[in-house]
């Protein structure tokens, strides 16, 4: 018996010593598969953006502890209108896309439980981005990284002198505009003899005309009981060529004529730019993050305020002008200006892995590195307003702080307007750029102008699919479902 013992503890040895190598040493837990899975790339298509693309391949590298987990591809804003497939995981794309991928099924809806991680805070983005612009239909379909309004910048040491207070509406927007011309009351701010001055700058730049014709208009044409302020909600039949919008384009061919900036063709950051450089004395813009504009030793004093509004609007129905009641906001701001969202692709092999990476990107952590990299975004969260440095590089610190607040109160006001958010948007605003430069040169009387784009808008509108169309403006307004 002893004998035999002694030659079965060989062969115990080798049952002892693989025990610990299956399972490992006693009071250790097998690793865990996460540790081991090698998962593929995290494909992240980026629509005309390459600084930002850029900045999720760099801060990408850090998510899920792996290198090789993001890869990011460049994507032009032709080659995404014309696309029939979107061969990634996510897709990052300007804010007025939404309508033709979501129509197209070109990106997936998200899941509630996908946005409800500690670190993306739902609650914290601004009412407007995650009810209006990351939705569709009845469905949050996008995270945002940040989407613009025009506000009111303006030379706070002029406004003073001159004892102006940033005008609540329109119409005193002109009349302050009038007096800022006048050289001669600026005194010692006036700028010298041969400097262009403008009392005002404007953005008419391809692309931003229409846009500013819209964001004028739409405390105009968003009356109480309007639903569809674009487009007849029951025919698609445009709206754009209806008293509100002529008076609108009134208003700023009246504006561009005193400023005498209808020739500039300006984006929102020239303008920026013109008022910094001392140049004008108000602008209607936003600092970009990414604004090449040069702080100066000796800046003038910027304020920012809300985009002037109107105490009355426009009853389509009745076709009359009503007066708003006390409650009711003068102020109405306008959707899909500009801005970037993230979105699921419908290509993804991986979607909950997508949406994951989604809510990091656009989280309160990562969304301020990231985010800023693009021209194209602002502040997004409540959060961001007490720090809005890396939005407003190009600002002195008092400046910044006051637009944060003004973004912040006009992310605040209870309607917006729903701008052009359906698929062709690129096509509606070209005529409408069209109507907006030619009237604003005085080639054309707003009426005529807006007559031709309306034609146009209808022309498109069949070229579509009326039936889609229809569809989709309704989903845009959140009136039907996904």
């Not at 197209?104 to 407007?128: M, Y």
């Not at 009426?447 to 699919?465: D, I, N, S, V, Y």
């Not at 009326?466 to 989709?472: D, F, H």
């Amino acid at each position: 018996m002893p004998a035999l013992i002694c030659r079965c503890r060989p062969f115990a040895k080798l049952l002892f010593l693989a025990a610990l190598w299956l399972g490992g040493c006693p009071g250790n837990s097998p690793p865990p598969l996460s540790a081991t899975k090698t998962l593929p790339p995290l494909t992240v298509l980026v629509v005309d953006d390459p600084a930002l693309g850029q900045a999720i391949a760099r801060e990408g590298r850090g998510y899920e502890g792996h290198e090789e987990e993001i890869k990011v591809q460049d994507l032009s804003l032709a080659e995404a209108e014309k696309a029939g497939r979107l061969p990634g995981d996510v897709v990052v794309f300007p804010a007025g896309l939404i309508g033709q991928f979501a129509e197209s099924g070109l990106i997936l809806p998200l899941e509630e439980t996908a946005l409800e991680v500690a670190d993306f805070h739902h609650r914290d983005v601004f009412a407007p981005l995650r009810m209006g612009e990351m939705r569709w239909g009845n469905r949050t379909l996008a995270v945002t990284l940040g989407s613009p309004r025009l506000l009111l910048a303006y030379r706070a040491d002029i406004f003073e002198k001159l004892a102006l207070q940033p005008p609540a509406d329109w119409t005193e927007y002109q009349a302050a505009l009038e007096r800022l011309a006048d050289r001669e009351q600026l005194g010692d701010l006036a700028p010298p003899a041969e400097q262009p001055w403008h009392a005002t700058v404007e953005p008419l730049a391809e692309g931003w005309a229409g846009q500013l014709l819209l964001a004028r208009a739409a405390a105009y044409a968003l009356h109480r009981d309007q639903v569809s302020p674009l487009f007849k909600f029951d025919s698609l039949e445009p709206l754009i060529a209806e008293p509100p919008y002529r008076r609108a384009l009134e208003e700023l061919r009246a504006a561009a004529k005193a400023g005498q900036f209808a020739e500039q063709a300006l984006t929102p950051a020239a303008a920026l730019d013109e008022l910094l450089a001392g140049r004008a004395a108000m602008a209607l813009t936003w600092p970009a993050p990414t604004s090449a504009a040069a702080k100066s030793e000796a800046p003038p004093k910027i304020g920012f305020a809300m985009l002037p509004g109107s105490p009355t609007a426009y009853n389509f129905a009745t076709k009359s002008w009503d007066k708003r009641s006390e409650d009711q906001a003068s102020r109405v701001p306008l959707l899909a200006l500009s801005g970037r969202l993230g979105a699921v692709s419908s290509s993804s092999a991986d979607p909950a892995r997508a949406a994951g990476f989604l809510a990091w990107m656009a989280g309160r952590e990562a969304g301020v590195v990231i985010a800023p990299t693009s021209a194209a975004t602002t502040i997004f969260r409540s959060s961001q307003v007490a720090s809005p440095g890396p939005w407003t590089k190009c600002l002195p610190a008092d400046a910044a702080g006051q637009y944060a607040d003004a973004l912040a109160q006009t992310m605040a006001l209870p309607r917006t307007f729903p701008g052009l958010r359906l698929p062709g948007r690129s096509e509606y605003l070209a005529a409408l750029d069209e109507a907006v430069r030619q009237a604003a040169a005085g080639k054309r009387s707003p009426a005529e102008a807006l007559a031709a784009a309306a034609e146009k808008w209808r022309a498109a509108t069949q070229k579509l699919g009326t039936p889609q169309q229809q569809r989709a403006n309704a989903r845009s307004l959140g009136q039907q479902s996904l």
